[in-house]
Every structure is written in structure tokens, then in C-alpha cells.
């Protein structure tokens, strides 16, 4: 839609089938985390498509925060922000099928289903593409590529072989297999079904080496996933060790569930890996680019691959706008577009260290969600970290720092003392490599006083206090 908006006409070639078509929809419902859109993404559709990110909005279930379930059942609600702000929770099925639609909306937009990409000339400009239904092979000219076909990306393999691709892929040694949670009985007859749990939490079960997590749908289920690693889940060998694993580790959730629904997703649904994916550069000359997950695939604990994917094409629309690049402009066979290509440099250059970032906080939080949560410590440093950010004296929320992000990349000179949370979800105006740092060095100035715990124990409201933590703030 960026491209299209710009002038292109934009052809789109899928390997898979139309996922609106009911078999594909059956075929994603068995592997599919959740999404979790929060202000990041939803400034990146606002920049590109405003009407659509109202729709967006429509059709979330908005999550104020963590809902910790101890071993015991007891559960324990941890708010992301102080002001309210929430990250939502989307089917991934539906999202993409109502970003397919807005797009097939656009005239100068088309989609070729079941077509798979062979290889790509880009001196050439051009694909050699199979047409799986029609059974024949057909090759087309570009004059841009953009790929963004995912973790397993062919036009990412095809680019190694004309650029000299730094590239890192690294598996965890954990999977995740998804669980359904029905939705609870209406309270009164001929009445809408309920929510078994709180719908505004996203809610997790943190077992320190594994987890369950559970996100709202709009039909009062909850999707849930299991991550844990893979020799955990190799133990598991009969239904009698599925349900007694269940038991033990999440007695509050297996009635939620249901011992007969839980055998049956876990012989049905298929445990996946998970890995990230680091590269460098991301283009070639004028002639192509990846995008989202063909870059920069992450583990999904930060919830910000897909937030991240979507600041990746709000970022290049920025770019190619102050690169002005037209193209309606026809360059000559075998020249060099030169705007197109030092925007796409630029991309590559300045995109990397936050892409880098991004894909290490969503592996450190791996560890906070299924442990730190649960400690002392943890809980001490959010409430000391809420704390110093409730002294700043500038006020911003992620609706303040919208608008200027249709024009700008971002604004990386945050001020006073910030959460990495805050940061990373609700602040769209901070680079992830900028959070990152300021996280750095906000640990540091604690670490380095850390006599400041006694005092705060002592004397959270005394004056000494608060005039030490102003100290604090100034130097964040």
C-alpha cells in the first residue's frame, strides 16, 4: 500500500493459497502465536494508511498488562503502564486477511496465489516464477523487489548471491505448540458466551525454564501457547504424562482448557522451532530490499515482530519520499535508478543496529517472562523504575509522538528516566537501538548506587529520598 500510494503498480506473488479461502484458514489455526499490536505498529499503519488503523483498532481486545498465574493458582495482575496505555491482541489470521483485503482495495495492487518464486536476476530485473496451479513456469520483469516472504526467504538466499550478506541464524533450544481455551458459558440462558479469564491481561503461566501464555479472541476463546524446551516437551511421551505435566505445572489452567481438548491439540497441532535471524545489508543497488521477517526474524517475546515489520516499511516510506524517488521515472536498461539506490543504502545503513536490538530484547525477555517475573528483584525494579519515570517532568504518551512519525524516522534523544517496556511499546519515537542503550546505561546509574534500595525501602515518600532520585533522573 506504501508503494502503491507512491505510484507503483504493485504485483503481488504468494507461493501459498489465498489464506482466505477456508482451507488455509483451517491449516493456520493449528500454528499461529497470536499477535500483540501495540503503538509501534499501529504508528507505522497510521503513517501509511490512517482509515485502516481506526478499523484496526475496532477489532482488538486491548491487554492493560501481565496476569501472573503462580503454581498454586493464585494470579497476580502487573499493569505495562502507568497511564493506561495497552497493547492489543489480534488473531493473526484475521490481520492478515484484512491487510490482504485493504490492499487488493488499492486498483494499482494485484496478488498471484499459489506462484513461488525460482530465482531472481537482479542485474536483469528480473523472476523466474512457478505457477503451482497452473502448472508452468513464467518469468517476469521488475523494477523493484521488495522481499518480504518471511524467516525461510528466498529472495533473502537469492540476494547472497550478489551481495556480500553478513548472516546469523540461531535456534533456541525450546519450541511452542498452540492450545485453544474455550469460551465459558453465557451467565444467563440464550445469553453471548464469556471469557474464562480476565479478557484485558495478557496471561502467563511463568515456570522458570518453561511457560504457558494465553491471549483473548473476539469469540470469548483464548489462544495459548506452550514454549518449553525441546527435551521437556520430548518427555511427554503418553496422554497420561500430558495431562499429569499439566496438573502439576498449570493446575488453574487445565480445567480452563480441558483435559480432552488439551490431548487433542497437542497429537493435532505440530510443535515448531523458534529462531532469530540477524543480516546485513538488506538491499541490493536500485533493485531490491527485504523487509520484516526475510531480515530480521525474532523470537516472539517481546511481541514486536510484527510491530518491528511494520515500523520496517514506515521507515523505507520515509526514506524513499526524502530520497525523491519517483517511479514514474523510466531509467535506461542496465542504469542505476540513483535515488532509489541511496535510499535503499540508507535503509540498510541506518536500519541495521535497531533491527540488531530488537531481535536481542525479544531473547532477554524470554527469560524475564517465564522467571523474572516471579522475583523479588524483578518487582523491585519495576516499582523503582515506575517510580523515577513518575518524576519526569515532560509527560508523553504514544497518541503525543504519533503524528510527527508520517514524516520523520524517529526522534532518538528520549529525555528523564524511561522503562525498556515503556520504551520499546508505547514509545514509537525511540528507536529500539536507542532504547536498548538507554536501558544500558539507566542500569548502570543502579548498579553503581546501589545503596539507593535501602533509602527507597525506608523513606519512599521522605524528601532526602525524592530529592535523590531527581539526582537519578537527571543523569538517565
Not at 453471548?192 to 480476565?198: A, G, S, V
Request: charged share 20%.
Amino acid at each position: 500500500m506504501s508503494l502503491a500510494k507512491m505510484g507503483w503498480s504493485v504485483d503481488i506473488y504468494e507461493g501459498r493459497p489465498d489464506m482466505r479461502l477456508p482451507s488455509s484458514k483451517a491449516a493456520a489455526q493449528q500454528r499461529s502465536i497470536n499477535l500483540a499490536i501495540s503503538a509501534r505498529g499501529l504508528a507505522a499503519i497510521q503513517a501509511i494508511d490512517p482509515a485502516a488503523a481506526d478499523r484496526f483498532l475496532s477489532t482488538v481486545i486491548p491487554m492493560h498488562g501481565r496476569m501472573i498465574h503462580d503454581a498454586q493458582g493464585h494470579q497476580q495482575s502487573q499493569p505495562y503502564d502507568r497511564d493506561g496505555q495497552c497493547i492489543n491482541s489480534i488473531g493473526r489470521a484475521f490481520l492478515n486477511e484484512d491487510l490482504l483485503g485493504e490492499a487488493l482495495a488499492v486498483p494499482s495492487i494485484r496478488a498471484f496465489f499459489q506462484h513461488k518464486v525460482v530465482a531472481v536476476d537482479f542485474d536483469r530485473k528480473t523472476m523466474h516464477v512457478r505457477d503451482v496451479e497452473g502448472g508452468r513456469d513464467v518469468n517476469v520483469s521488475f523494477d523493484f523487489c521488495v522481499g518480504a516472504d518471511g524467516s525461510y526467504s528466498i529472495i533473502r538466499r537469492q540476494l547472497m548471491r550478489v551481495v556480500r550478506m553478513d548472516y546469523q541464524q540461531e535456534y533456541i533450544p525450546h519450541d511452542y505448540l498452540e492450545l485453544k481455551m474455550p469460551a465459558g458459558p453465557p451467565k444467563e440462558p440464550g445469553g453471548d458466551p464469556t471469557f474464562l479469564l480476565d479478557p484485558n491481561h495478557l496471561h502467563i503461566w511463568p515456570r522458570h525454564t518453561f511457560m504457558l501464555i494465553a491471549l483473548p479472541n473476539k469469540d470469548k476463546t483464548f489462544t495459548c501457547t506452550v514454549f518449553a524446551p525441546t527435551a521437556e516437551f520430548d518427555r511427554l511421551n503418553s496422554d497420561e504424562d500430558i495431562v499429569r505435566w499439566f496438573q502439576a505445572n498449570f493446575p488453574d489452567a487445565l480445567p480452563l482448557i480441558g483435559e480432552e481438548a488439551l490431548l487433542a491439540d497437542f497429537h493435532r497441532n505440530p510443535r515448531s522451532a523458534l529462531m532469530s535471524i540477524k543480516a546485513k545489508p538488506y538491499h541490493y543497488r536500485d533493485s531490491a530490499v527485504i523487509l520484516g521477517d526475510s531480515a530480521h526474524a525474532m523470537v516472539p517475546f517481546y511481541g514486536q515482530g510484527l510491530n518491528c515489520g511494520l515500523e520496517d516499511v514506515r521507515v523505507l516510506d520515509i526514506l524513499l519520499r526524502d530520497a525523491g524517488v519517483d517511479p514514474t521515472i523510466q531509467t535506461p536498461d542496465g542504469q542505476e535508478d540513483p535515488r532509489l539506490a541511496r535510499a535503499l543504502a540508507t535503509y540498510s545503513a541506518t536500519r541495521h543496529e535497531d533491527l540488531v536490538a530488537a531481535c536481542e530484547l525479544a531473547m532477554d525477555n524470554y527469560v524475564e517472562m517465564r522467571h523474572s517475573v516471579t522475583t523479588l528483584g524483578y518487582r523491585f525494579r519495576k516499582a523503582l523504575d515506575n517510580l523515577l519515570y513518575s518524576l519526569n517532568w515532560e509527560h508523553v504518551t504514544a497518541k503525543d509522538v504519533t503524528a510527527p512519525l508520517q514524516d520523520k524516522t524517529f526522534i532518538n534523544s528520549p529525555t528523564g528516566w524511561l522503562p525498556l517496556y515503556t520504551m520499546v511499546t508505547f514509545r514509537p519515537d525511540i528507536s529500539y537501538s536507542t532504547a536498548q542503550r538507554k536501558f544500558q546505561r539507566q542500569s548502570q546509574i543502579l548498579e553503581t548506587t546501589g545503596w539507593l534500595g535501602a533509602g527507597v525501602a525506608v523513606g519512599l515518600a521522605g524528601i532526602t529520598c525524592v530529592t535523590l532520585l531527581r539526582r537519578l533522573y537527571a543523569r538517565a
